[in-house]
């Protein structure tokens, strides 16, 4: 194993950049190759290796005055629709300002290549629309991924595509991948009924692919319909392709058997990556904090764009302005009341929530948040692992049901010098990251999983959170 370190001299036989400020990260043993490589982003840096014992970290020093503008990653979730949108209509033209995140990389490389073993990871968003859509393409092949990802469930997206006529069978554990597909392009389709309280990733493989089928696609979501935002989305992209798909009724969507059309599409920024930098401005004890932020849409078909109505509650306030050539900018800053009690159902805005959760705890403001119940089951048992990794700077984060995490100002005895595991999850880093701004040092364990949907994370972070020598 490596370290990949920032420093702030400049040795002869490393790649350098001016020193003009003096800010460190330490990043151990965490894919060097990819991080040597984005060096020529990090300006006022020094990059040195040197070897270390095999534990992946990264070691932060305290943030003083964030501020600074930040070129947001396009949204993953916009991304990964158009990819599997755009490959159905035979567009041969990719989407516009696509994500580099590994899960959309991961989705474009088996659309591209299709190989008979398709192996897509930990990209949740990919294992379920790429299954949905090997079920209506020709030809056989094994879906797999990461040790995590097959134990993520995923009988109720095969047992629904199997109603459908498709040809799919496990090949290990039954409900769990890896699935065998075989292809065909002649679905006939009609109506199907699901669940509508389980992730709304199922729901859209199904919708996505219903203009292909012979008789489109009648569905009734039965229950409470979780995420709905993600299916407005879903539903928003399909029509600009040319796809006839509406809700007919409060719990029922219809899509006619509407071939796609060729459509040239651009993906906006990523208002759930935006929420990072929402806590970097909340948790700061600068009141002159100020981050600007490029490409979000106002007018946004992301649910998660509710972030910035949510985080006035913190005291944060929301600015638009747009560059004379046309740049739309997001401006972060302080102001407003905060409130002493914050409540929220996240039933609609899931990967919100450890934003929340860490940033509440971190300002001292009790909480509860309801609507978790998706979180079992995200690259992580999310609930336990914000539990578990809180406890270790001091707060003891209650849980009720399924679906509840509630916090009345209970502390327990934090750790001397904490160290953050990330579990596989990207959005737990991220989460967690500035916590910096209250603490006087933090160690993120593994800290290469934000290229699940961020791989620039830790470059904005170091350009925007100015940070002290180690």
């Known amino acids: 194993m490596t370290r990949l370190e920032l420093a702030t001299s400049r040795p002869p036989d ?22 040597f490589v984005t060096c020529k982003f990090l300006r006022n840096f020094v990059l040195k290796f040197t070897k270390i014992e095999p534990m992946s970290h990264l070691l932060i020093s305290p943030c003083r005055q964030p501020k600074g503008r930040i070129v947001l990653p396009a949204s993953k979730s916009i991304s990964n629709r158009a990819l599997l949108i755009n ?26 290549k299709m190989p008979q073993t398709i192996n897509i990871g930990a990209a949740g968003t990919a294992m379920r629309f790429m299954t949905a859509y090997l079920s209506v393409t020709a030809g056989e092949h094994v879906i797999t991924g990461t040790e995590r990802m097959r134990h993520r469930p995923i009988a109720i997206l095969v047992d629904a595509l199997r109603q459908l006529g498709a040809g799919i069978a496990y090949e290990g554990e039954e409900g769990f991948p890896p699935l065998r597909i075989v292809g065909n392009s002649k679905l006939e389709g009609g109506e199907l009924t699901v669940p509508g309280d389980v992730s709304s990733q199922y729901i859209s493989a199904l919708l996505m692919i219903a203009p292909t089928l012979q008789k489109g696609l009648r569905l009734t979501l039965t229950g409470n319909i979780a995420s709905r935002p993600y299916l407005e989305m879903t539903l928003c992209m399909m029509r600009e392709f040319g796809a006839k798909a509406d809700w007919k009724e ?25 929420s990072y930098w ?24 992301q649910g998660d764009s509710r972030v910035r109505q949510m985080f006035n509650e913190l005291g944060i306030e929301t600015q638009y ?9 997001t401006r972060l ?11 929220y159902d996240f039933t609609h805005q899931p990967d919100l929530a450890q934003t929340f959760v860490v940033t509440c705890a971190m300002l001292s403001i009790p909480f509860r948040l309801t609507g978790l119940q998706s979180l079992r089951i995200k690259e992580t048992d999310r609930i336990t692992a914000l539990r578990t990794e809180l406890r270790k700077l001091g707060y003891d984060i209650k849980e009720e049901g399924d679906s509840i995490l509630f916090w ?25 990251a500035p916590c910096i701004l209250k603490l006087n040092s933090l ?24 940070t002290s020598s180690l």
């Open 14 to 35: 490393v790649c350098a950049t001016n020193c003009a400020t003096s800010r460190s990260l330490t990043f151990v043993g965490a894919k060097v190759g990819h991080f």
């Open 87 to 112: 490959a159905l209509a035979g567009n041969r033209e990719l989407p516009n300002n696509l994500s580099d995140s590994d899960d959309t990389q991961v989705m474009l490389r088996a659309l591209q």
């Open 250 to 274: 409060e719990n029922t969507i219809e899509v006619l058997p509407c071939p796609y059309g060729q459509h040239s599409y651009h993906i906006e920024s990523d208002w759930s990556a935006a």
């Open 278 to 301: 929402y806590e970097i401005v909340a948790l700061s004890a600068d009141k002159d904090a100020q981050i600007d932020l490029v490409g979000l849409h106002r007018e946004s078909i």
């Open 321 to 329: 302005f747009t560059e004379p050539d046309g740049t739309e900018i």
């Open 333 to 343: 800053t302080k102001g407003g009341s905060i409130t002493s009690r914050f409540s």
């Open 408 to 432: 009345d100002g209970e502390r327990c005895q934090a750790e001397g010098e904490p160290a953050i595991d990330t579990y596989q999850d990207h959005r737990m880093a991220m989460a967690f």
């Open 443 to 466: 160690r993120i364990n593994n800290p290469e999983v934000v290229s699940k949907s961020y791989p620039r994370f830790w470059e904005d972070f170091s350009v925007v959170c100015s």
